[in-house]
Nanobody, 114 residues
Framework: QVQLVESGGGLVQPGGSLRLSCAAS????????MGWYRQAPRKQRELVAR???????NYADSVKGRFTISRDNAKNTVFLQMNSLKPEDTAVYYC????????WGQGTQVTVSS
């Protein structure tokens, strides 16, 4: 069973940066399209960034130009560099394969507030 463990969240002021990490317990990062999702209070989980097995990336319009997804196949880890953070980026962030979808991890809380 694949386990996904997210880390790197925290409290940051508007305009600040964070780097999230997601470690998978099995070698799935290099085989599947991996995505970073977020879920804000009282909202549905949304896909904000994804990276294909060939390295292509896509971003939600709300984060384009500010977030960068990357991966380290050797470490079976996916990253999300978040710059110019805004209060509306506050959410719990999760990673998962876009397809197939594995059991969700506990996520990592990102709070953007002054």
């Amino acid at each position: 069973q694949v386990q996904l463990v997210e880390s790197g969240g925290g409290l940051v002021q508007p305009g600040g940066s964070l780097r999230l990490s997601c470690a998978a317990s099995q070698r799935i990062i290099s085989f599947y399209t991996m995505g970073w999702y977020r879920q804000a209070p009282r909202k549905q989980r949304e896909l904000v960034a994804r990276i294909g097995s060939g390295g292509s990336t896509n971003y939600a319009d709300s984060v384009k130009g500010r977030f960068t997804i990357s991966r380290d196949n050797a470490k079976n880890t996916v990253f999300l560099q978040m710059n110019s953070l805004k209060p509306e980026d506050t959410a719990v962030y999760y990673c998962n394969s876009v397809s197939p979808v594995y059991a969700w991890g506990q996520g990592t809380q990102v709070t953007v507030s002054s």
